[in-house]
């Protein structure tokens, strides 16, 4: 079936039900995710971008409802990462005088994954290609989300095609964001940002900047996986500055790992004192809550407070693995804080807090570090003194 999204654009991807994880095993996709690649028909023929090397065919077949895969003129290939370039060799079997488009940046990606191919043209910013009466426009975007990344711009159709930035891994048969469910999608693109562009946040803000001085009119935005924003899509761009800027509610997230279960009760002691500021509570155990379901919730929420029981003088394993990527992701201004319940030594709160530090948290207060055992009812009241005073602490640098 054809999926014309502009007169003489194709959506011509592949969807992929069954993909559970991404980046290894750092994203779950439980909703699977799509690769999109787009044909654009005009006096030339261009596709910008392709597939995942299994979905080749499916591209391919796509590519065959509207034309010749041998009549490709111009191969636009955004991104190297092997979801978006996987078909790449498959198509210049097909189209082997098409001219392969990246960045200067792709130069060394593209040039370690695939054999030279001997029509390639490398652009920049401002350089374009005309395909008669549509125009491909090139704008570099470092970091969003590879050095090499780049979108390409159709003026005459007001359409943005800017690969991994604004995508969700949501597996539909749907193509439009407003065709699907609001708040699945905007989940799933929640979950997108938090998990794989959070470390880029201030090349995201510099980026939409430039968009908007190069003044560029979208009315559609058609990234390399998930829906496609027709209506309203400048909303996902203003979302993308706010969760850049470090925007987040009068929220606390509670992740914690615990041994015998008294840092679980100490969790819930802070959650208490938390409710009582009025601010809102999730609480967390790690090892048995996806990551990425946790990282996700992180993005919106001002507060943050790990918690481990100390085993061999560190934390336990999986608050530890947390911790690891919540290094990686650097979220801007969060305030953070530990706990943890002791056997014989400690250990557990210290590392975390070091953590945090290394994470860019503000660490708002000292950890609650000195319990053993288990939680006596007095010490139940320290816990909800603690996330009392933690909650004022948010609230205060709303
Ligand atoms: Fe950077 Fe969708 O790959």
Redesign the pocket.
């Known amino acids: 079936m054809k999926h014309e999204i502009k007169k003489g654009v194709y959506w011509v991807g592949a969807v992929d039900w069954n993909l559970r994880h991404f980046h290894g095993y750092t994203y779950s996709t439980r909703r699977g995710t799509t690769y999109n690649a787009y044909l654009v028909v005009d006096d030339k023929i261009a596709l910008v971008d392709t597939v995942e090397a299994n979905f080749a065919d499916d591209l391919i077949r796509h590519i065959k409802e509207v034309i010749d895969p041998g009549k490709i003129d111009y191969l636009i290939a955004n ?1 190297a ?1 092997p ?2 370039s996987g078909g790449i060799p498959r198509i210049l079997e097909l189209a082997p005088n098409a001219t392969l488009i990246y960045s200067r940046k792709g130069a060394d990606s593209f040039g370690k994954y695939y054999p030279p191919h001997d029509k390639t043209t490398i652009v920049k910013t401002g350089d374009s290609v005309s395909l008669g009466h549509k125009t491909l426009q090139f704008i570099e975007a470092p970091m969003l ?2 050095p090499d990344s780049m979108f390409t711009y159709i003026p005459e159709d007001a359409l943005l095609l800017p690969n ?1 930035a604004f995508g969700q891994h949501l597996a539909t048969s749907y193509r439009f964001a407003d065709e699907g469910p609001e708040q699945l999608v905007w989940d799933e693109a929640t979950a997108y940002y938090a998990n794989i562009l959070t470390p880029f946040g201030p090349m995201v803000i510099r980026k939409i900047e430039e968009l908007q001085k190069l003044g560029l009119n979208i009315d559609t935005i058609a990234p ?2 998930g829906l496609i924003w027709r209506k309203d899509p400048m909303r996902i761009v203003h979302q993308y500055v706010s969760w850049a800027r470090g925007d987040a509610g009068p929220k606390v997230i509670i992740a914690y790992e615990t041994m015998w279960g008294a840092t679980d009760r100490l969790a819930h002691a802070m959650a208490d004192g938390i409710v009582s500021e009025g601010l809102e509570v999730k609480i967390f155990h790690a090892p048995e809550t996806d990551h990425t379901d946790i990282i996700s919730e992180i993005l919106g929420a001002k507060g943050v407070i790990f918690g481990s029981s100390t085993h061999n003088q560190y934390m336990l394993p999986h608050i530890a693995s947390l911790m690891h990527e919540v290094k990686g992701l650097k979220f801007p201004k969060k305030l953070g804080a530990a706990f943890g319940l002791k056997g014989w030594a400690g250990g557990a709160v210290p590392e975390i807090e070091k953590d945090l530090k290394e994470a860019g948290f503000e660490v708002a207060m000292e950890g609650l570090a000195a319990l053993k055992w288990q939680l006596s009812d007095d010490e139940w009241s320290q816990g909800v003194e603690f996330g009392r005073t933690f909650a004022q602490k948010v609230k205060a640098a709303l």
């Open positions: 991104h990462e979801d978006h989300h590879w991994d390399s996986h």
